[in-house]
């Protein structure tokens, strides 16, 4: 039986974040003038993969059966595919995913699969690749992410999810082309509304393109239509195309948010628990692990982690004050 919090909202994902460092600079997420500069962890102080490995086993027992590995850059974490191997034999998972930035997935979705990971969902803003390489900041080819998505198809990582965050002014001329691209191919595009999360990277509400505008872009070149949820709660809504060449997914943090729904816990890489994307503080796990504690304990900590939660930010975003100060996406993992 999963442990409810105080809207009655059940444990049901873990979203591991096993390092804040990351081989991108996002515009978006982590901006070049703040983030080469920037202190990271160090490696004493981040959760090693046994640590990692306990929490989410505890947590499983709490009812969490789907995890996720997110960051920064997961695939940047040394072996990660030792975790993924620990992870993926514990007992009630029933989902084991990545975020990643792909840069790396071509040479690692073998060992990945072979590991236990089930799924991957990919980060990619545009399809052009000076817009591309405008989003990320880097100098690497849009090519590199768009080959790694047919390698992790072909590895057994698919049906790849494709995650584009639309900021207007940067990249919203890539809606039509990023949809055109992924037509008929088997992978789900999804369109992440660009969230206010963290501060670095100077959020305006101007900036935000929301759903609806994208819905009309796109059905204005291809009519689309609603679909049923996959299951209950499920984040992104479901559209198809009417011609057949698929489906697609929406994720309306700002327009429409969706706490009501929101099962998911987040692990830093550092070991503190978050319980929303927008929490200015976690309940700190690494501590503890460090000083011996028992898994009664642990189970303790994790328990009232959640059953004290009454996160809804994004529903009360404008209405009330923003906790400070505001953890990065880059750190709590997305
Ligand atoms: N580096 C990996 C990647 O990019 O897939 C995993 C971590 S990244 C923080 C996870 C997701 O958060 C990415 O899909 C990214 O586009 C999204 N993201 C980052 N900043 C965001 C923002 N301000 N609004 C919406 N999504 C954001
Ligand atoms: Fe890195 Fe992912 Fe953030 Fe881009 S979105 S900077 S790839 S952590
Ligand atoms: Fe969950 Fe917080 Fe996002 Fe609401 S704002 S959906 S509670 S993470």
Same mark, same amino acid.
């Given at each position: 039986?999963?442990?409810?919090?105080?809207?009655?909202?059940?444990?049901?994902?873990?979203?591991?974040?096993?390092?804040?460092?990351?081989?991108?600079?996002?515009?978006?997420?982590?901006?070049?003038?703040?983030?080469?500069?920037?202190?990271?962890?160090?490696?004493?102080?981040?959760?090693?993969?046994?640590?990692?490995?306990?929490?989410?086993?505890?947590?499983?027992?709490?009812?969490?059966?789907?995890?996720?590995?997110?960051?920064?850059?997961? *695939?940047?974490?040394?072996?990660?595919?030792?975790?993924?191997?620990?992870?993926?034999?514990?007992?009630?998972?029933?989902?084991?995913?990545?975020?990643?930035?792909? *840069?790396?997935?071509?040479?690692?979705?073998?060992?990945?699969?072979?590991?236990?990971? #089930?799924?991957?969902?990919?980060?990619?803003?545009?399809?052009?690749?000076?817009?591309?390489?405008?989003?990320?900041?880097?100098?690497?080819?849009?090519?590199?992410?768009?080959?790694?998505?047919?390698?992790?198809?072909?590895?057994?990582?698919?049906?790849?999810?494709?995650?584009?965050?639309?900021?207007?002014?940067?990249?919203?001329?890539?809606? *039509?082309?990023?949809?055109?691209?992924?037509?008929?191919?088997?992978?789900?595009?999804?369109?992440?509304?660009?969230?206010?999360?963290?501060?670095?990277?100077?959020?305006?509400?101007?900036?935000?393109?929301?759903?609806?505008?994208?819905?009309?872009?796109?059905?204005?070149?291809?009519?689309?239509?609603?679909?049923?949820?996959?299951?209950?709660?499920?984040?992104?809504?479901?559209?198809?195309?009417?011609?057949?060449?698929?489906?697609?997914?929406?994720?309306?943090?700002?327009?429409?948010?969706?706490? #009501?729904?929101?099962?998911?816990?987040?692990?830093?890489?550092?070991?503190?628990?978050?319980?929303?994307?927008?929490?200015?503080?976690?309940?700190?796990?690494?501590?503890?692990?460090?000083?011996?504690?028992?898994?009664?304990?642990?189970?303790?900590?994790?328990?009232?982690?959640?059953?004290?939660?009454?996160?809804?930010?994004?529903?009360?975003?404008?209405?009330?004050?923003?906790?400070?100060?505001?953890?990065?996406?880059?750190?709590?993992?997305?």
């Amino acid at each position: 039986m999963a442990i409810k919090d105080t809207f009655g909202r059940p444990l049901r994902d873990l979203r591991i974040s096993v390092t804040d460092r990351c081989s991108f600079r996002c515009v978006y997420c982590m901006p070049r003038e703040i983030y080469d500069d920037h202190e990271y962890l160090k490696r004493s102080q981040i959760l090693t993969y046994d640590e990692i490995t306990r929490v989410a086993r505890v947590a499983v027992d709490l009812g969490v059966s789907k995890l996720r590995l997110t960051g920064g850059e997961p *695939l940047l974490r040394r072996e990660v595919e030792q975790l993924v191997e620990r992870l993926s034999g514990i007992d009630g998972v029933e989902d084991l995913a990545m975020t990643t930035n792909a *840069l790396q997935l071509s040479k690692k979705a073998p060992a990945l699969v072979a590991a236990g990971l #089930g799924r991957v969902t990919i980060s990619l803003d545009a399809i052009d690749d000076t817009r591309f390489r405008e989003m990320v900041d880097t100098d690497v080819d849009v090519d590199v992410v768009l080959r790694a998505i047919e390698d992790a198809a072909t590895a057994g990582l698919g049906p790849v999810k494709i995650n584009a965050v639309v900021r207007r002014g940067w990249n919203e001329d890539q809606v *039509l082309p990023l949809a055109e691209y992924f037509r008929n191919t088997g992978h789900v595009l999804r369109f992440i509304e660009y969230m206010d999360v963290g501060s670095t990277n100077q959020w305006v509400l101007d900036e935000v393109v929301t759903s609806q505008q994208l819905i009309d872009a796109i059905s204005s070149e291809w009519p689309i239509e609603p679909v049923d949820p996959n299951y209950p709660g499920e984040v992104a809504e479901r559209w198809t195309y009417r011609d057949g060449a698929g489906e697609l997914g929406f994720i309306s943090s700002v327009s429409a948010p969706f706490c #009501g729904s929101c099962t998911r816990l987040r692990l830093s890489a550092e070991g503190s628990l978050y319980t929303c994307l927008f929490a200015s503080s976690g309940t700190d796990l690494r501590g503890p692990l460090r000083d011996g504690v028992s898994d009664d304990e642990l189970r303790g900590l994790i328990t009232q982690t959640w059953t004290d939660r009454s996160d809804r930010y994004s529903e009360l975003r404008g209405a009330t004050p923003l906790p400070t100060p505001k953890v990065e996406m880059s750190y709590i993992g997305g």
